[in-house]
């Protein structure tokens, strides 16, 4: 009838989470902008939010602390190719307004 739950290592949480919870539920309604780099940020920032929320998660439920930290690593591996996006279309944005060029 049940199933036993997964290890604490083998825990996937961000796949718990997605089957119960939708994103307004954790970062509230947000309407997309007609502006790359708005998204971009808006997007860092819920990101920074979710980090927040599984650091918190393993204080309050340490029995997932390794699974946990794993998920805390991946988010921030992808919060570094964000950071290089936004630093991406901010040059783009200089580069249209004539300011100085940078490369990507």
């Given at each position: ?24 539920d ?10 790359h ?68």
């Amino acid at each position: 009838m049940f199933k036993a739950p997964p290890s604490p290592d083998a825990y996937d949480t961000l796949q718990d989470t997605a089957g119960y919870a939708r994103p307004a539920d954790d970062f509230g309604e947000h309407v997309a902008a007609g502006d790359h780099l708005q998204n971009l940020l808006h997007l860092k920032k819920m990101l920074i939010d979710k980090r927040r929320f599984m650091a918190q998660d393993v204080i309050t439920y340490p029995v997932v602390y390794l699974a946990r930290a794993q998920d805390i690593a991946n988010l921030q591996n992808l919060m570094s190719a964000l950071d290089l996006a936004i630093a991406h279309e901010l040059s783009l944005k200089e580069t249209a307004a004539g300011g100085p060029a940078h490369e990507p």
